[in-house]
């Protein structure tokens, strides 16, 4: 488990936050299932997933266990360095997976 240092503290379940434990690696499809539908419950449609800011975002809620509406509550820079992270794990995943992932048959 990771730890983002928050810039600004934020309320977190009535508690004043000064950082949020996560762990990407934990993450399931249901979770990305679950941040596609917290999408649709606010009335934002998701484009591209690997570059939409606010799936991110709920990526990251699921990541932390806390709510999307936490996550919205941090200020603009705690926020953008959420979104590295989630772009950061997935985009390099990818990269890293690349050829090891998959066989030619």
Request: net charge negative; proline share 3%.
């Amino acid at each position: 488990m990771e730890v983002l240092k928050l810039k600004r503290p934020v309320m977190i379940d009535g508690e004043e936050k000064t950082e949020v434990p996560y762990d990407l690696e934990k993450l399931t499809g249901s979770d990305l299932e679950t941040a596609l539908q917290d999408m649709k419950r606010n009335g934002i449609q998701v484009g591209a997933i690997e570059i939409d800011p606010s799936y991110h975002m709920a990526i990251f809620a699921q990541a932390a266990g806390v709510a999307y509406e936490d996550v919205k509550r941090m200020s603009a820079k705690d926020c953008k360095n959420a979104i590295a992270l989630v772009r950061a794990f997935f985009i390099g995943d990818s990269e890293d997976s690349s050829g090891s992932e998959t066989s030619a048959k």
